[in-house]
């Protein structure tokens, strides 16, 4: 046992002498003179690339299309004649929208008019800031 503490104690003092021998063997390395000269030179020569402009997913034209069929298929079911031939849609049956747990627990509810007039206040204003922001950040990011 003691023999091999022995060993373990000679070969950490050799790699030990043989660690500092590598140190004071290696040079130290530093950059040139003119180094920040140099990469300051490479930065400002570096071609100003176009700034990424956001493209929405959906375009205004798009949005303005969707927001017409709904409009004009909403107006349609509302106000529109009563069709009494529905060809396959007499076999579709929409109760279960009208007959389930949710709307029978919401049915008992009644909403107060300063509730009512609070929640269309909030949307509005929701519905102002979201252009309000959306110009307030591109302007920020194209400074």
């Known amino acids: 046992m003691k023999q091999l503490k022995v060993m373990e104690d000679h070969t950490e003092q050799h790699f030990d002498k043989l660690a500092k021998k590598v140190i004071k063997m290696s040079l130290l390395e530093s ?12 930065i400002e020569a570096a071609p100003v690339n176009d700034i990424t402009v956001y493209k ?3 375009s205004k034209r798009m949005w303005l299309t969707i927001s017409i069929l ?8 509302i106000f529109g ?7 396959w849609f ?4 929409l109760s279960i929208i009208s007959n389930n747990r949710v709307t029978e627990a919401l049915s008992g509810m009644t909403i107060s008019k300063t509730l009512a007039y609070a929640i269309g206040i909030f949307g509005l204003v929701f519905f ?3 252009p309000m922001m959306k ?4 302007k920020r990011m194209s400074l």
Do not use: C, K
Request: no cysteine; hydrophobic share 45%; net charge negative.
């Open 31 to 42: 950059p040139s003179l003119e180094f920040t000269a140099n990469v300051m030179a490479g």
């Open 135 to 138: 110009h307030y950040f591109d």
């Open 56 to 58: 929405p997913l959906i």
């Open 128 to 130: 102002i800031q979201i």
């Open 81 to 87: 004649n009563g069709v009494e031939d529905l060809g």
């Open 70 to 77: 709904i409009l004009g298929s909403l107006s349609y079911v």
């Open 90 to 93: 007499d076999n579709v049956d």
